[in-house]
């Protein structure tokens, strides 16, 4: 068959590095745009067999006809996060496949470094002395053994995050819909339901999707729940909290520290370079003004291992659809899972 044509939106250096050098085993035709997908940058999209997305690149049910009319058949995510896609518009006409798990260490070991950074101000330390000043004010932290953290998720970035906080000699609650008993018993943390999380975490720390039901998540009720400074770290996706709720209580000092790898407006900001600009949104603008607030642009997957597993994933995805018609990492289009692991689809319930 000819070549498979793939076209490449908000492509950056690293992804062009990494897709090229895996391109070297399959000979696909690639061509890499540094515009996001948009309704106006369609057209560019036409003649090509699948177009590769990442979470910035929203398809919207008013551009499903234009993919269609560009000969799209496979939208191939290059990320984890699926809810730029509208599902239910493309469900019968465009399959959508992602890549699961491109290095959940990689997300795991970030969130842990929001933790300790946040804890023992070493971002503010190095600022400090690189002014030759060599005070410690202002640094006291806590240790992290015998605390109690929280993981809110416990699919394979969650079960890592679990470790990683046992490592610490932290006591480690988790909350899943699905729960795994068995990496449980192997990790050693305990589930237990939400309102106890809120309750008795210092530490809680979110490694959920998005979805209609975890919208928001946190929000000034479950945060009324938590420990007075309670701690929380978000590198999944922003809209898990509630932004003016986390500010006022910030405000309030109900929160203690936040570090986010995510926000609910990034797709505005983050992977852009705005350092000589003003920012216009007013929420972003004011989080970067707290001293106990660590924010950093969506890297948490970013290692050289991520990017490898991205690349090679995404391609194998191409290749396993046009070539054997299998679609391993599909996205279920009601509860958002895989459907090779999406127990509902082998009964035909998710559709």
């Known amino acids: ?27 696909f035709t690639l061509k890499f745009f ?15 067999d699948a177009v590769c997305l990442f979470v910035n690149d929203p398809v919207r049910k008013d551009m ?22 509208d599902l239910q518009a493309v469900y019968g006409k465009i399959h959508v496949v992602r890549v699961p798990a491109y290095s959940p260490y990689a997300v795991a070991e970030h969130a842990a ?4 950074t946040l804890n023992r101000k070493t971002h503010k330390s190095y600022i400090r002395t690189k002014d030759n000043n ?12 015998g605390k109690t ?10 079960r890592i995050m679990c470790g990683i906080l046992k490592g610490f000699g932290m006591r480690v609650l988790a909350f899943d819909s699905y729960k795994d008993e068995k990496a449980a018993a192997e990790i050693g943390f305990e589930y237990a339901d939400i309102n106890t999380i809120y309750r008795e ?34 590198t999944s996706r922003g809209k898990l909290i509630n932004t003016k709720d986390l500010i006022e209580a910030l405000k309030q000092k109900r929160v203690g520290y936040a570090g986010l790898d995510v926000y609910e407006e990034e797709s505005d900001y983050f992977f852009e370079d705005y350092s000589d600009s003003v920012i216009d949104d007013d929420i972003l603008a004011r989080l970067l003004t707290f001293p106990n607030v660590l924010i950093t642009a969506h890297q948490a997957f970013f290692t050289k291992e991520a990017l490898e597993n991205i690349a090679r994933t995404t391609m194998d995805n191409i290749k396993k ?29 998710c559709f």
């Open 1 to 27: 068959m000819d070549k498979m044509k793939i076209a490449f939106f908000d492509s950056r250096k690293y992804d062009i590095e990494s897709f090229e050098n895996i391109n070297k085993e399959y000979g």
């Open 34 to 48: 540094e515009d996001h997908l948009s309704a106006d940058t369609l057209p560019l999209a036409k003649g090509y």
């Open 64 to 85: 499903v006809d234009g993919l269609l009319d560009a000969g799209v058949k496979l939208i191939a995510l290059r990320c984890a996060g699926y809810n730029n896609i």
């Open 113 to 116: 470094a929001l933790i300790l």
């Open 134 to 145: 060599f005070t410690i004010g202002g640094f006291k932290g806590f240790d992290l053994y």
């Open 149 to 158: 953290a929280g993981v809110i998720g416990t699919g394979k970035i969650g």
């Open 201 to 234: 975490s210092d530490i809680i720390t979110l490694h959920c999707p998005l979805t209609p039901e975890t919208e928001y998540l946190i929000n000034a009720d479950s945060i009324s729940k938590m420990k007075p400074e309670v701690m929380l770290i978000n």
């Open 321 to 349: 659809y046009f070539e054997e018609g299998v679609l391993p990492n599909e996205i279920c289009y009601r509860c958002g899972q895989g459907t090779s692991s999406c127990s509902k689809i082998k009964t035909g319930r």
